[in-house]
């Protein structure tokens, strides 16, 4: 069953905006991943935070987490048209090990 | 180079006809994954195998049919399946199978049948 949300579906900005996509999820948990997906490949990693942790970096990528509200962002700055791609939040259920993947945000970068 | 292989890249098959996906990684990992994606749809978790053993088998039909005979292998064995089961299939490795690690895909096998 599908544990996270991503939001919006498809988001369309020029290169050097910034582009920010939301994950909410319905039940408490233990981590929250969020995952990129090109075009005809797999899913690449991209930043793990804890549900203890409420914000991460990773270069030009920001992540936050409220669990609170349940949700977490996904902040992509000075985007160049290489991260146009499909981006993907997973969360864990509080007592089980598996990872439940949203339906993912479209992100498009127009050069 | 992801670290997790799969072949094919493409099957197209009949629904009588009998096939196996297979997925290889090289990254010393003792859980694998079988997932799959279907258009705008979310990514559904089918089989988790751990140190070769299945500890996850979510409702999937009988005409899929996994087998780890290793950790570096995985297999989808695949028979009579339904129009509805064409999609990509992925498979996933990480290192223990617990949800703090990061997952590595391969690039998916793009199923369609006939």
């Known amino acids: 069953s599908q544990q996270g949300e991503e939001d ?5 900005i020029q290169e050097g905006e910034n582009a920010t996509m939301n994950c909410s999820y319905k039940t408490s948990i233990n981590n929250l991943q969020w995952y990129r997906q090109n075009s005809g490949r797999g899913l690449v990693h991209l930043i793990l935070i804890r549900s203890n942790e409420r914000e991460k970096h990773s270069g030009r990528l920001r992540v936050t987490l409220d669990t609170s509200k349940k949700s977490s962002s996904l902040l992509i700055t000075a985007s160049r048209a290489a991260d146009t791609a499909s981006y993907f939040c997973a969360t864990d259920l509080h007592n089980n ?6 339906a993912g945000t479209r992100l498009t970068v127009k050069p | 180079e992801t670290g997790v292989t799969q072949t ?9 006809n009998k096939k196996s996906l297979k997925c290889e990684q ?11 994606q279907s258009a705008k749809k979310p990514l559904e978790l089918m089989f988790v195998y751990s140190l070769e053993e299945r500890v996850e088998n979510n409702s999937v039909p009988s005409r ?19 129009p509805e089961d064409s999609a990509l299939y992925l498979c996933a490795s990480s290192q223990d199978g617990v949800s703090n690690q990061p997952q590595h895909f391969g690039d998916g096998t793009r199923l369609s049948i006939l």
């Open chain 2, 8 to 16: 094919p890249r493409h099957l197209v098959m009949g629904m009588t």
């Open chain 2, 26 to 36: 090289h990254l010393g990992h003792n859980a694998m994954y079988w997932y799959k």
């Open chain 1, 97 to 102: 090990n598996d990872m439940r993947f949203g």
């Open chain 2, 64 to 82: 899929f049919s996994p087998e780890c005979p290793n950790s570096s292998h995985l297999f989808l064995h695949l028979h009579t399946l339904q």
């Open chain 1, 8 to 12: 919006p579906q498809a988001l369309s």
